[in-house]
């Protein structure tokens, strides 16, 4: 029940007095969407409370990183046993090796890892690390991918390949901007006349594998191949941000499944974040041996942090990827997952609603398209509109999925089959409200 008076309205009046928009990181604001923020009180294993007292199933999990879903109690009981000795050092920890050895083993395109504390701060040191390697200044990104808010990312194309990449952010410097160019994910022909223009420039080419700031979209198998091609032929690093999909969609990352389909595949460097703290501020990069050494203290590319490594976060993460590797775990959350878009698949086409979803391990997307987007442009053709009725039909059915139409969808291992249920009988409610045509 509501109480007369919104916790969560009144909290976000008094936040948007002291914090910008109210909010601490934009999208939490609800600006697509419209409405009251949901101030959340508490979480617990799918669920969690907004300050009305009101209960949601969660289907972003902090952006990823719940994949065990809140408060797990390995994670809590590991968490606690940190914090008793210590939060913060400044010094090397045990656990710092620990997680480091977890991640190298998980994921053997990596030989050495280093810690650091977000998704941004570990692809932009990636990018300085490429850059410092190969003495070179481009980067290549593609459009609806995003890798943390550095200057060099935050860029948009220009009007044609030839011309220079613009800031999307006030503050980006044009010099920094035009060092980024970016090309249309999935698109081998712009790739290579990228590679044929610019090919002794670039330091790297930087991609989401399944990109998850687009909703959903995979890149295709050609077009991976092309990546790798195109990038050992010019001396370019292929970095993989696998931020939001390491640990995620398969034990190994995104590049298990394109290592599967591509012999002998593998990426350069690895961004990683999200999962692997296990909702703590921990993210990590890490490539082979020879190219990792490059960094301080032992090689000329610098990178630092005072928390990072952190004692809490480190004790979180690895608790996390501990349970992630118990066999069978994945298997069960990818089904999970797949009876979750099946149902929506269903209720969507019952209630004559252009619809289309796709998912990979714990992660999902869907489309009020009639086929899956394979770039940036397609997936904006999405009635917003369309998207708005539906995001604020479930969250009056207590259903919480991201609150704009390019964020992807995140299912944890708490889910029961009865949340999914209860999930698709409200979107089937919603779609009714909703049909095409
Ligand atoms: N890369 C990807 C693929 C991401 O999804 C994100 C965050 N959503 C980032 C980088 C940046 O991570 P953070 O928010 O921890 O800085």
């Keep these: 029940m509501t109480p007369s008076i919104d916790r969560n309205q009144e909290l976000f009046d008094r936040a948007r007095e002291l914090i910008p928009g109210?909010?601490?990181?934009?999208?939490?604001?609800?600006?697509?969407?419209?409405?009251?923020?949901?101030?959340?009180?508490?979480?617990?294993?799918?669920?969690?409370?907004?300050?009305?007292?009101?209960?949601?199933?969660?289907?972003?999990?902090?952006?990823?990183?719940?994949?065990?879903?809140?408060?797990?109690?390995?994670?809590?009981?590991?968490?606690?046993?940190?914090?008793?000795?210590?939060?913060?050092?400044g010094a090397p920890t045990e656990?710092?090796?620990?997680?480091?050895?977890?991640?190298?083993?998980?994921?053997?395109?990596?030989?050495?890892?280093?810690l650091v504390s977000s998704g941004t701060e570990a692809a932009m040191s990636a990018i300085r690390l490429a850059r410092g390697a190969t003495g070179r200044s481009r980067i290549v990104k593609f459009e609806g991918c995003y890798h943390g808010h550095a200057d060099s990312l935050l860029v948009k194309a220009g009007s044609g390949l030839a011309t220079f990449g613009h800031p999307t952010s006030a503050g980006v410097p044009a010099e920094v901007a035009q060092h980024t160019t970016v090309l249309p994910y999935?698109?081998?022909?712009?790739?290579?006349?990228?590679?044929?223009?610019?090919?002794?420039?670039?330091?790297?080419?930087v991609i989401e594998p399944i990109a998850g700031n687009m909703n959903f979209v995979r890149a295709s198998v050609p077009f991976m191949r092309r990546c790798r091609e195109l990038c050992d032929q010019h001396g370019a690093l292929l970095v993989f941000d696998e931020v939001m999909?390491?640990?995620?969609?398969?034990?190994?990352?995104?590049?298990?499944?394109?290592?599967?389909q591509i012999p002998g595949f593998r990426p350069d460097l690895t961004v990683l974040g999200k999962v692997i703290g296990g909702g703590m501020p921990l993210a990590a990069f890490g490539g082979p041996r020879a190219l990792m050494e490059q960094l301080a203290p032992l090689g000329p590319?610098?990178?630092?942090?005072?928390l990072s490594g952190n004692p809490i976060a480190t004790a979180c993460g690895l608790a996390t990827l501990e349970q992630?590797?118990?066999p069978?775990?994945?298997?069960?959350?990818?089904?999970?997952?797949?009876?979750?878009?099946?149902?929506?698949?269903?209720?969507?086409?019952?209630?004559?609603?252009?619809?289309?979803?796709?998912?990979?391990?714990?992660?999902?997307?869907?489309?009020?398209?009639?086929?899956?987007?394979?770039?940036?442009?397609?997936?904006?053709?999405?009635?917003?509109s369309r998207f708005n009725r539906l995001f604020h039909g479930l969250l009056e059915r207590g259903v919480y999925i991201a609150p704009a139409l390019y964020e992807a969808g995140f299912v944890s291992a708490a889910h029961t089959e009865d949340d999914i249920a209860t999930t698709v009988e409200a979107a089937r409610e919603v779609f009714a409200t909703l049909r095409t045509g």
């Design 324 to 326: 992630i590797a118990q």
């Design 328 to 384: 069978g775990f994945f298997d069960a959350l990818a089904a999970r997952t797949r009876s979750l878009v099946d149902g929506l698949s269903i209720v969507a086409r019952s209630e004559g609603v252009e619809f289309s979803v796709d998912c990979e391990g714990g992660m999902f997307g869907f489309f009020l398209l009639s086929s899956l987007p394979q770039d940036y442009q397609t997936v904006m053709t999405s009635d917003s």
């Design 245 to 260: 999909t390491g640990f995620r969609v398969a034990l190994g990352g995104a590049q298990s499944i394109y290592g599967r």
């Design 95 to 114: 656990r710092e090796v620990q997680l480091a050895e977890a991640i190298v083993h998980l994921m053997p395109s990596l030989e050495m890892v280093r």
């Design 22 to 89: 109210g909010v601490n990181s934009p999208v939490r604001a609800f600006r697509a969407v419209g409405g009251t923020p949901r101030f959340v009180q508490r979480a617990q294993g799918a669920y969690f409370w907004d300050a009305n007292g009101q209960r949601y199933i969660d289907y972003i999990g902090s952006w990823g990183p719940m994949i065990l879903g809140h408060g797990h109690p390995a994670v809590v009981e590991a968490v606690q046993q940190a914090v008793q000795d210590g939060f913060s050092f």
């Design 301 to 306: 590319v610098y990178q630092a942090g005072t």
């Design 186 to 205: 999935n698109d081998i022909d712009q790739l290579e006349q990228a590679f044929g223009l610019y090919g002794s420039e670039i330091a790297c080419l």
